[in-house]
């Protein structure tokens, strides 16, 4: 297990952190438990150090159908995914398999206001479309938990330039309902990202930079000063832009995005 760095955080909750900085996370109930994204790991199974924490049943569910997310969803029977990654074109969802054969037509579909029951334990579902199309956050009641996947991004910012990302405009959007949605459970929930620990290129923030309400608020302004007009990207300098076209910076607080000029409407 030592590829894996394990985190408790909280009773009956763990952060568990591959080698490649993909975070999935571990919540139990009373009869039975949630695996929150898988990260990715290839030619290895995440169940045995899942079973090394619990033994209770284990469902899966996944924030978005990302490959660093969703790659061993193929050692789980029950598995849950927001059915709007379907829209995503055939080829994008085939590379984001990793030459494995997952069919995401058997599993069971989420969204907003959706329930997943674990016995005194309860995951509510809030769709924030954005990242892509059907990105959920998951809310753990019991243990106050909010899981974001790649939905406000992972302490360096939001990726927006990837092939299948909403509109900034359709983003912003979705942030203002998840924001009211968050406030309406009493928006003092501890907040976990796809990627804990992952830095790459902040230029705000030293270290890694928490997400939390704070974050969110400035995520919002950003976007919205993206649509008006009032805040104008820089050339970005990512390693990695997934795209033909160009990408831009833009920051706002302590928010970062990345994201293409021809995508900020619509």
Avoid at 125 to 144: I, L, M, R
């Amino acid at each position: 297990m030592q590829e894996f760095r394990i985190t408790k955080i909280g009773a009956g909750a763990w952060s568990i952190l591959d080698a490649g900085d993909s975070s999935f996370y571990l919540v139990e109930g009373t009869q039975r438990a949630a695996v929150i994204d898988t990260g990715i790991s290839p030619g290895k199974q995440i169940v045995p150090v899942l079973r090394s924490l619990t033994s209770l049943p284990l469902v899966l569910v996944l924030t978005h159908a990302h490959i660093d997310h969703m790659h061993h969803m193929d050692e789980f029977e029950e598995v849950y995914l927001c059915h709007k990654e379907m829209t995503l074109p055939a080829e994008i969802l085939q590379e984001h398999m990793g030459g494995k054969r997952l069919d995401l037509e058997r599993t069971i579909n989420i969204g907003s206001e959706s329930k997943i029951e674990l016995g005194k334990e309860v995951l509510e579902v809030c769709e924030v479309g954005g990242h892509t199309p059907g990105s959920v956050a998951f809310w753990a009641q019991g243990h106050n938990l909010l899981f974001t996947g790649d939905a406000i991004g992972s302490g360096y910012g939001v990726w927006m330039q990837v092939p299948g990302a909403l509109s900034i405009e359709r983003y912003h959007n979705n942030l203002r309902v998840f924001l009211k949605w968050l406030v309406d459970r009493g928006g003092r929930m501890q907040f976990w990202g796809g990627h804990s620990y992952q830095q790459f290129q902040s230029s705000l923030i030293p270290g890694y930079n928490p997400l939390n309400m704070g974050l969110l608020a400035d995520l919002i302004d950003l976007t919205d000063g993206l649509i008006t007009g009032k805040i104008v990207g820089r050339p970005s300098n990512a390693d990695k832009i997934m795209t033909p076209e160009p990408a831009l910076y833009a920051s706002f607080g302590r928010a970062e995005i990345q994201y293409l000029p021809s995508r900020v409407r619509g």
